[in-house]
């Protein structure tokens, strides 16, 4: 319907965000979240950026022959009305060659392109804890 009002949101959004500083002796931080797909279509994420970092990858963990490895991976779907969580152990995304400095209260800006546009998260780098 060409002309009409926009939609009254965007469609997708990122909730409980978590970016977890470097270990030590590293350079890569880690983010996790929850993107939800508000929206009534398949939403395809297809990069996700950040100005603090010149190399940002979206990977996925997963047990080999009992071995954890991770994985570079291309594009996420997500389906209409639902959700896709990055979380340990799965899908996260690696914050690499930072720009600025890394520790805990710093800024970190995510820049999430998918299907219908760029959605722009500002979160705060936090203290690593144990993973339980
Ligand atoms: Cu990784």
Do not use: W
């Amino acid at each position: 319907m060409p002309g009409c009002a926009q939609e009254s949101g965007p469609p997708i959004s990122i909730v409980e965000v978590k970016i977890l500083a470097p270990l030590p002796g590293s350079s890569a931080a880690v983010a996790y979240f929850r993107i939800e797909n508000r929206s009534d279509t398949t939403i395809t994420v297809n990069q996700i950026d950040s100005p603090q970092y010149d190399d940002v990858q979206m990977h996925e963990t997963a047990l080999e022959d009992g071995v954890s490895r991770m994985r570079p991976v291309g594009s996420i779907e997500i389906d209409p009305a639902s959700s896709v969580d990055f979380t340990p152990g799965g899908l996260h995304v690696m914050l690499m060659k930072p720009s600025t400095n890394t520790l805990p209260g710093s800024p970190v800006t995510l820049e999430i392109r998918h299907d219908n546009g760029l959605l722009i998260v500002n979160a705060t780098m936090q203290n690593r804890m144990p993973v339980e």
